[in-house]
């Protein structure tokens, strides 16, 4: 188990003394000891976070049995690895699981991607330090592993509409003009259209002109799948929270469309463990000068990484779109080198949903260490997260919505939830409806979208008060600061996301992850 952070350290050495921590108006301990959440007029609230991880929360990450081991050569390996991995991959799936690839003590010398393109396979090393197994990265500049399926969403069934005039954020209960098709189990898939007057609501219809062209921020449509819990009459609930809010007074009528779905092609209970991946160090001109990157995965579910180190891959965890239900446990990055550009690199970044970072930590200056990305609903949480540098946990672009940091440090840099303005390329209103909990930074540019909210609760650091980014001599947009809450006074219960899991599926489930 890694060192403590800070933070957490300090409530864990309090014992029972947490009792004398202040309490938060939005989500406070009762006299039982479980949440009780404070609401807006239009029953926005804090979202029920603990559904962010490995197979929706609280479930122990598995021990999957080694069916070959790999040695390294002295030569290139990626052949031998990958024959490996193809290998395991024909196996039968016993539990969900064919088996575990095993890379032994030693340095591997990889010129190329190594992939893996099957439900149930493991890539395992000896360990993520130098005694263990080290993936050194050769040759050309590439991405060290890939993990990828190819989901696929069919229809299944009519389409219906949401009847609810507002449907807030936090909750899980919708009217629609006709449920008599779905049933508990079902998966739906729920489509907001983005409008000029939701766009023009949110003040990001007036970014301007870059380069000759115009920018903007969102277009197309803001989708979200959930899976129903139960039906009643032309009531539907659902088991995990939206994280974005429904207004129809921005909408036409009849426009949020629910559709009962299959969604086929995402591969499942994949896992990456024990490695460290090590990149030529060298300075970067992000856009211009070609990667090393570390690893990727695309349309996978309940599936993990579990102590995988990167050292000098510029961006070095990317969690694409069709990621939902993944745990990222014990992981870390070192960049000895910053890059030379403007643009910063990822150490983590997540266009998936139900994600967990638990007890990660990076280092290094001029780079996002936590990142969400465009038109994605939560829950994603970073867990006593540790990073050290002068970077920022920020939501990079184009509403994303109910992002958790919990207990984490940033030290020498900021955690963010803000509107980007015309940084990037119009990345504008970055993430809304997301909180910052007992965390500690150097700053904290916490700010409050139109129609939606973003919280600093019982953090440590200054608190900013700052306008919307904008180019060259162009007048600042002032924008509203976000709710902020005993500003350098913790709060209980010392972590959200651990009072929300335990208050869901008991204590059992926060031993099943490690606390």
């Known amino acids: 188990m890694p060192k403590l952070p800070a933070c957490l350290l300090a409530f864990a050495l309090s014992g029972s003394s947490s009792a004398a921590l202040a309490q938060s108006h939005w989500a406070a301990l009762n006299a039982q000891g479980t949440l009780v959440y404070g609401h807006f007029k239009t029953g926005d609230r804090i979202a029920d976070f603990s559904f962010a991880g490995y197979r929706a929360g609280g479930v122990a990450l598995p021990a999957v049995t080694t069916k070959l081991t790999v040695a390294p050569s002295g030569k290139d390996d990626t052949s031998a690895i990958q ?135 969102v277009d197309g449509d803001l989708p979200v799948r959930r899976r129903i819990a139960s039906v009643s009459g ?129 280092s290094g200056d001029s780079v996002f260490y936590v990142a969400t990305q465009r038109q994605q609903q939560g829950p994603v949480v970073v867990l006593h997260c540790r990073f050290t540098g002068n970077g920022h946990i920020q939501p990079h672009q184009r509403w994303s919505t109910g992002l958790l940091v919990d207990s984490s440090e940033v030290p020498g840099g900021g955690i963010d939830l803000m509107n980007r303005g015309m940084m990037g390329t119009g990345h504008g209103w970055a993430i809304g409806w997301s909180v910052v909990w007992n965390s500690q930074a150097q700053s904290f540019n916490i700010q409050q979208p139109p129609a939606a909210e973003n919280w600093s609760i019982g953090n440590r650091g200054e608190e900013l008060d700052e306008p919307m980014p904008v180019f060259g001599g162009a007048a600042p947009v002032p924008l509203r600061q976000g709710i902020v809450e005993s500003p350098n006074q913790p709060v209980q219960p010392p972590s959200l996301y651990l009072q929300q899991l335990q208050d869901r599926l008991g204590p059992a489930a926060l031993k099943n992850i490690g606390y």
């Not at 969403?153 to 936090?170: A, L, N």
């Not at 629609?176 to 766009?199: C, E």
């Not at 129809?248 to 994949?270: D, F, H, M, P, R």
């Not at 990484?305 to 990167?310: D, G, K, Q, T, Y």
């Open 83 to 217: 024959k490996a991995i193809d290998e395991v991959s024909k196996l039968p799936l016993v539990d969900g699981h064919r088996g575990a690839v095993e890379l032994a003590p030693g340095a591997f010398h990889c010129s190329g991607t190594l992939n893996i393109n099957a439900s149930g396979v493991v890539l395992r090393g000896a360990g993520e330090t130098t005694q263990g197994s080290t993936i050194t990265m050769t040759g050309s500049p590439h991405l060290a592993l890939e993990v990828r399926g190819h989901v696929k969403v069919d229809s299944v069934g009519k389409t219906t509409h949401i009847t609810d005039t507002y449907v807030p954020s936090g909750t899980t209960s919708f009217q629609v003009a006709d449920a008599s098709g779905f049933r508990a189990g079902d998966t739906l898939l729920i489509v907001k259209p983005v409008t000029d007057a939701w766009v023009h609501m949110m003040g990001m219809d007036i970014l301007g002109v870059r380069n000759g062209k115009k920018e903007h921020w």
């Open 234 to 362: 032309n009531t539907v609930t659902v088991e995990v929270p939206f994280t974005d809010s429904i207004d129809t007074k921005y909408l036409a009528a009849n426009s949020i469309s629910v559709t009962k779905v299959e969604v086929t092609g995402q591969i499942a209970e994949v896992g990456v463990e024990s490695l460290r991946i090590v990149a030529p160090a060298r300075s970067v001109d992000l856009g211009v000068t070609p990667e090393y990157d570390g690893l990727k995965l695309e349309d996978a579910v309940d599936s993990w990484l579990r102590s995988v180190a990167f050292e000098e891959t510029t961006n070095s965890v990317d969690i694409g779109h069709g990621v939902e239900r993944v745990t990222v446990l014990q992981s870390s990055t070192v960049q000895h080198v910053p890059v030379s550009s403007s643009a910063k690199p990822f150490d983590f970044s997540c266009n998936g949903t139900q994600i967990l970072f638990d007890r990660c930590t990076g």
